[in-house]
């Protein structure tokens, strides 16, 4: 049976946390599919009303969010995981819907036994604020593990 696994990370460092974590508890699983996953944030045209300026911006984070993908499968292969068995995930959203719900839908979608984030440690303010990515996925994923790395 394979295992598949999706991890969630953004450019923190507490997510290669996660992909250390990760890589360290399968490498003994030569199965184990690895798919990190990323969601660039197009800014809303109220934010950012010109539309080269916001394309400008993606491509941006694209470049930078592909390198810092590039170093978490580095991680991995580090580790002992097959690069073949690695996969990268840069989604570009526009709407307004939340981190948490784009990384159960891709699970759902690509039936991820397992879903891997780590913590940013935001504070309670914070939290309360803007929500906790981490605590919407504990709470809301189904039909598989979650694992909060810190």
Not at 36 to 61: F, G, H, I, Q, T
Request: aromatic share 4%; hydrophobic share 40%.
């Amino acid at each position: 049976m394979e295992n598949k696994v999706l991890i969630a990370i953004d450019l923190s460092e507490n997510s290669l946390k996660a992909v250390d974590y990760v890589g360290d508890m399968m490498v003994h699983h030569p199965s184990v599919t690895i798919t990190l996953l990323n969601v660039v944030r197009e800014p809303s045209p109220d934010v950012m009303p010109d539309e080269v300026e916001r394309e400008a911006y993606v491509r941006k984070m694209r470049e930078e969010t592909r390198r810092h993908m590039e170093e978490a499968s580095r991680r991995l292969v580090s580790r002992g995981i097959h690069e073949k068995n690695i996969h990268i995930k840069i989604q570009v959203c526009s709407k307004v819907v939340s981190i948490a719900e784009l990384v159960l839908k891709e699970q759902k979608e690509g039936q991820y036994q397992t879903v891997v984030v780590g913590r940013r440690g935001v504070s309670k303010r914070e939290e309360f604020l803007f929500g906790s990515i981490s605590k919407k996925i504990v709470g809301e994923a189904k039909d598989c593990a979650v694992w909060v790395v810190e």
